[in-house]
């Protein structure tokens, strides 16, 4: 099944090493990737991945640290789940273990993460649906805002996004491309929590869309820094794409001229300030 790329050992009755170990090695060799996801008895564990790297050492992928129910103590001992070989560690909550928010569990991630102790996270949703106690938006772009699922090197930056007003809040960079709803998600963008932008590139303008699928009306962003006015917490889908005037303009985006040549031909439109026609500068008024 090319869909499915890893199994996870949800071991919680048995613990039968010998049969365990048989299971992650054969899954091994048909090409799937293995991770465990244990909430107690760690002895079995380690007894299992010593077992298993004997024969296979790069078998199992990752452990995942259940920090619910049976697991809820495990919150403040994450880093003791620790295996030979095993770099990625990644605990995980219930969308509906405690009465704390989004915001709240997501901060959890955060503290493990700053505690050094995980490199990712993961989340359990059981017998929930999609009513409104699971916000699949928040959740998967905080996570992935939080352990970095997407970074852009520094000289690929085109633009940057904030969370809050006068580029404050949580900033997550951009490089040319197309962003659906769910791509903002993997970058760490959650969806309408938008409010200010800054071109890092005068190369490259921004397209806001408050469509999830870059579609409808739009802000078009070409100056360096702007907040996002009645865009504010509205955007959710943008494009990222090269700046048409050819260098950026401090002036607001619906202040346009339109360039005539000497045989009164229409060129194109331009916004005001200098901009780049033929390889020349021609400066508009």
């Keep these: 099944m090319p869909e499915i790329d890893a199994v996870n050992n949800d071991q919680e009755q048995d613990y039968d090493v010998e049969s365990a170990a048989k299971f992650h090695i054969m899954m091994y060799n048909l090409g799937y990737k293995t991770t ?9 564990w380690k007894s299992l991945n010593d077992k298993i790297r004997a024969s296979k050492p790069k078998a199992v992928d ?30 995980g909550l219930l969308d509906y273990s405690n009465d704390w928010s ?31 106690t699971w916000d699949l938006n928040a959740w998967a772009s905080g996570l992935n805002r939080i352990f970095g699922a997407m970074t852009v090197p520094e000289d690929e930056v085109a633009v940057r996004v904030y969370s809050d007003r006068n580029f404050g809040g ?3 960079s951009l490089p040319p491309g197309k962003y659906y709803l769910p791509d903002l998600a993997v970058y760490g963008i959650k969806a309408k929590d938008l409010e200010s932008i800054e071109i890092v590139n005068e190369l490259y ?42 260098i950026s303009s401090p002036i607001e985006d619906n202040e346009e001229e339109t360039i005539y040549n000497l045989a009164g031909q229409r060129l194109q439109k331009k916004q005001k300030g200098v901009n780049i026609v033929g390889g020349k500068k021609i400066m508009v008024q």
């Design 205 to 246: 303008q921004a397209l806001l869309f408050i469509n999830p699928n870059c579609t409808g009306s739009r802000l078009v962003g070409r100056v360096s820094k702007k907040t996002l006015g009645s865009y504010n917490n509205n955007v959710s889908s943008i494009i990222v794409e090269p700046n048409p005037t050819g």
């Design 170 to 172: 949580y900033c997550v």
């Design 102 to 132: 989004v915001e709240r569990n997501l901060a959890q991630f955060q503290s493990w993460k700053d505690q050094g102790v995980a490199t990712g996270g993961f989340v359990w949703l059981y017998n929930d649906g999609y009513d409104e």
């Design 62 to 91: 990752r452990v995942m640290v259940q920090c619910y129910d049976g697991g809820a103590g495990n919150v403040n001992s994450v880093g003791t789940w620790n295996f030979t070989g095993v770099s990625e560690r990644h605990p």
């Design 36 to 44: 465990f996801a244990p909430y107690t008895y760690y002895s079995y």
